[in-house]
């Protein structure tokens, strides 16, 4: 059995298009960690075309957020798993303040709480084109970027040769919609985690290897 108290319990916080689902792949590529992202989670039920899946992409494709208490129970459901106990990365989760409550009501539970939560910085004004220019690969789920990271082939994912797709709420209007969302609803918990002291604020307008570098240095 490992002991609960070395193991990185990770939440990663920044509005969206700051680069949080990049940096989970490439930490979870380096230390073998657990990634749990909700939006993938979602994403995926409504691939599916579960009831969850049907009633969360009304909201999705509008840019809004799925209610409380249908994404509490999926993450509390994904906490509950035994795979959890190797150290985890919480990527778009919590987003709101009675997310983050119930969160750490969960964790007491289990008697594993956060270790760290990253908070990745973006000049609000830098992040309509990161995420209207994302394109993410049908195939393997790489990320790439018309402009900041493009593939060889237009279309083509580099790592498996998958087609490339633009995600519903990466369009213009969408993304408008959830930078609003985003400031009313999930900035608040800057504070919540200032008070907790576990908060780490990475500069993350910058490549993505200097941002992981300043990761892996505020997780030491
Ligand atoms: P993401 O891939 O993290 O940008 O999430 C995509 C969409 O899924 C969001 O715009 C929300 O509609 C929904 N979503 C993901 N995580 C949450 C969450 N923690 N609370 C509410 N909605 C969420």
Not at 42 to 63: I, N, T, W
Not at 112 to 135: C, D, I, K, M, Y
């Amino acid at each position: 059995m490992t002991d609960a108290r070395e193991q990185l319990r990770l939440v990663l916080l920044g509005p969206p298009g700051a680069g949080k689902g990049t940096q989970a792949k490439m930490l979870v590529e380096q230390q073998g960690l657990l990634h749990i992202s909700t939006g993938d989670m979602l994403r995926e039920q409504v691939q599916a075309g579960s009831d969850l899946g049907v009633q969360a992409k009304q909201f999705m494709d509008g840019g809004k957020l799925v209610p409380d208490e249908l994404i509490i129970a999926m993450v509390e459901l994904r906490l509950g798993r035994p795979d959890v106990a190797r150290g985890w990365i919480l990527d778009g989760f919590p987003r709101t303040l009675p997310q983050a409550e119930a969160l750490d009501q969960t964790l007491a539970r289990l008697g594993a709480g956060l270790s760290h939560v990253a908070f990745f910085g973006v000049p609000q004004e830098n992040l309509v084109a990161r995420l209207t220019g994302r394109r993410t690969c049908g195939g393997c789920g790489a990320i790439w970027h018309l402009t900041f990271k493009p593939t060889r082939t237009e279309g083509v994912c580099d790592t498996c040769g998958g087609e490339l797709k633009q995600r519903a709420d990466d369009r213009r209007e969408a993304v408008e919609k959830r930078q609003e969302v985003y400031t009313a609803q999930t900035a608040p918990l800057l504070d919540y985690y200032q008070g907790h002291g576990i908060l780490a604020e990475i500069d993350a307008d910058q490549p993505p290897q200097g941002v992981f570098t300043a990761l892996v240095a505020a997780l030491k």
